[in-house]
């Protein structure tokens, strides 16, 4: 253990050297930045371009209250850079009162890593969750994957409220299933193996999305670190914490981390990983001697908590990401991959995609459920949205049974097994059907329909009251609010998702909704996985809770639905509940209870709550996603009051 501790610890002093070096080479930056500082009236300071990306995200994310940006219109609007240095420097100077309760949610993903040795643990770093399955920390941490079989990940290793350590969590990793790291930029990306109950960790302790968009952070603003520094129990630091300057590559901050930070996640304010902290940068004498914290020189054994670090670094996390995607996967590790979410797609690769129509005869088919299951008598089916041609059912089933699991787990319930739910598999089908009868790039009436009622819904004022609204904010609303002309733009522009995502989930429900054929198509391949008698808990997601009305009117009368479920649901817009096969919203006789759950910032939910159109024989349930997965169905099942509804009728 010895020589591998050794092999790490000359490791992460290349990584110092590099970036001492670096901070030695931008000393003219660091100077220029200072001198911006004493003339400027904020802190922040950064180029117009990082200015503009940083104002828009905290503005379209809704970060910054509505009268801060009705204030900063009255600003000399010649001056639009100085008015968004400000509308940064507000959102800096107070948060919300979920501040905490959003950073205790992030940090619960972060775990420690410790090398195994005949029964030793040490701790060497840390490392977090970035989605589901898979944790990033650095490559001085864990170079190989034979590195990686050796250590074990613990979560919870933390004091609790009342001041008393946790029992930890611990977890083993699984290299072989994925494992991607980079020297240079000083990052692994590596599967951890699930739990004795088979559930990811991330299931479990959440994750920490990645963010490939900029506009995350500028220099003098904020950050957080969370890690285990020194091997210790968890701690954030969040004081006298700021970015001082960007690189290509490279963040350097001022920040109170030690050795073990490494691989810590480096937040922004609003909780977005911008960094994976890597390396400090010690203070050197004229000599280029590191000096320690009392100002003697350091030696080796003095251990790496006496320096006097005056500087930190991590890798930008869109570089980071732009180099995973650069890489070639197999279908299994790509599959772990893009649990990462659309969000971390590099900007410069959401180009709209054509629709790749499978051959006939290689369409996938759906899963059906255990007939033993939940006592013989009861199914569990889930029905899936638009866009999942081309996936797994077996792991789109495991994913929405991850969910629920954390949400049933959180409730006090016990998990249910994915072999026992039904999930009829028609994502191939519906891209199949789609294109024999139409282009589905060109759009038809009613998708352009559903977009200006949804664009309604969200607020959108008409096309002539925009122009008085930018003359409010002169050239800062210009950049601002310019691009809202687009009826996508402006939703999006109100929620987490991408606006050529929002398009793309309403062009497939005026699709299935315009076209017989399609429809048909659809709901044909549904029925051939579906139970056939007893009860029935219908969970439904996006565009499938469309097809789950029209399913209400085709199932089997011996199949008796005691709950339906719909999640993320557009059935409030008028477009589509007229488009029906019911003719209307008329609540479907045969189903006993009716949930539906919607977060305010899911924009395909915008016409919910459905109570005002579908009548009061319904139960609302709203809920809060994080913005970045805000349509995502493992974030709605994972709440505990929707679990416990679907677990309560199960064991009824």
């Not at 790039?441 to 607020?459: C, I, K, N, R, S």
């Amino acid at each position: 253990m010895d020589t591998e501790s050794e092999v790490r610890t000359a490791a992460l002093h290349e990584q110092i050297d590099a970036a001492s070096q670096r901070f030695d080479d931008t000393a003219a930056q660091r100077d220029e930045v200072t001198r911006r500082r004493a003339v400027s009236a904020s802190d922040v300071v950064d180029t117009e371009e990082q200015i503009l990306a940083r104002a828009d995200r905290l503005l379209v994310t809704g970060e910054v209250p509505a009268q801060a940006v009705i204030e900063l219109g009255r600003h000399d609007p010649m001056d639009s850079i100085g008015s968004l240095e400000r509308v940064i420097g507000f959102a800096n100077e107070l948060q919300a009162a979920n501040f905490l309760t959003r950073g205790a949610r992030a940090a619960a993903a972060v775990a420690r890593i410790s090398l195994a040795d005949n029964g030793r643990e040490v701790p060497m770093g840390t490392g977090s969750m970035v989605s589901p399955q898979l944790l990033l920390t650095n490559n001085h941490v864990l170079p190989t994957p034979a590195a990686a079989e050796s250590v074990v990940v613990e979560f919870r290793a933390e004091v609790g409220i009342d001041n008393v350590p946790n029992a930890t969590v611990r977890y083993r990793l699984a290299p072989a299933d994925f494992f991607v790291t980079d020297k240079h930029l000083d990052y692994t990306v590596v599967r951890v193996a699930p739990g004795p109950d088979g559930v990811a960790p991330g299931t479990t302790f959440g994750w920490n999305p990645l963010i490939a968009k900029p506009g995350k952070i500028v220099i003098g603003e904020a950050m957080n670190v969370v890690g285990h520094p020194s091997g210790r129990l968890k701690e954030i630091s969040i004081r006298h914490n700021r970015l001082d300057l960007q690189l290509d590559d490279f963040l350097h901050y001022a920040s109170d981390t030690e050795p073990g930070n490494s691989g810590s996640p480096v937040f922004n304010d609003q909780w977005e990983i911008v960094a994976l902290h890597h390396a400090g940068v010690p203070k050197k004498d004229d000599k280029g001697r590191v000096l320690r914290k009392d100002g003697k020189l350091w030696q080796s054994g003095d251990g790496d908590d006496a320096i006097d670090w005056i500087a930190n670094e991590g890798t930008r996390v869109s570089v980071l990401l732009h180099d995973l995607g650069s890489r070639q996967f197999d279908a299994a590790q790509r599959a772990l991959l893009d649990e990462l979410g659309l969000a971390a797609i590099a900007p410069a690769t959401t180009k709209a995609v054509p629709h790749q129509v499978p051959a006939a005869e290689s369409l996938v088919h759906g899963l059906r459920g255990r007939s033993s299951a939940f006592g013989g008598r009861r199914s569990v089916l889930f029905l899936h949205g638009r866009g999942q041609q081309g996936r797994d059912p077996v792991e789109l089933r495991r994913n929405w049974t991850a969910g629920l699991n954390k949400g049933l787990t959180l409730a006090g319930l016990s998990p249910i097994d994915p072999a026992d739910v039904f999930f009829p598999f028609y994502g191939d089908q519906l891209i199949e059907s789609m294109d024999t009868r139409e282009a589905v790039d060109t759009g038809p009436e009613l998708y352009e329909t559903l977009v200006a009622e949804a664009a309604h819904w969200a607020g959108m004022p008409d096309t002539d009251e925009l122009p008085a609204e930018r003359e409010l904010f002169g050239g800062f609303g210009a950049v601002v609010l310019g691009r809202l002309h687009d009826q996508l733009s402006w939703i999006a522009a109100r929620s987490g998702l991408d606006s050529a995502l929002i398009g793309a989930i309403f062009k497939d429900v005026a699709a299935y909704l315009d076209n017989e054929r399609v429809r048909k198509s659809v709901l044909d391949t549904v029925l051939t996985d579906i139970p056939t008698e007893g009860e029935l808990i219908l969970v439904s997601h996006s565009l499938g809770t469309v097809v789950a009305l029209d399913l209400l009117t085709q199932l089997p009368r011996e199949l008796n639905v005691r709950l339906l479920v719909t999640a993320g649901s557009p059935l409030g817009l008028d477009g589509v509940y007229r488009k029906l096969l019911s003719g209307g919203p008329s609540r479907p006789e045969r189903v006993g209870e009716w949930l539906n759950t919607w977060y305010a910032g899911d924009p395909i939910a915008i016409g919910c709550p459905l109570r005002q159109t579908w009548g009061p024989d319904l139960r609302e349930l709203p809920v809060e996603n994080p913005k970045e997965r805000a349509h995502d169905i493992a974030e709605y099942l994972a709440h505990a009051a929707v679990a416990a509804t679907i677990g309560h009728t199960l064991s009824a």
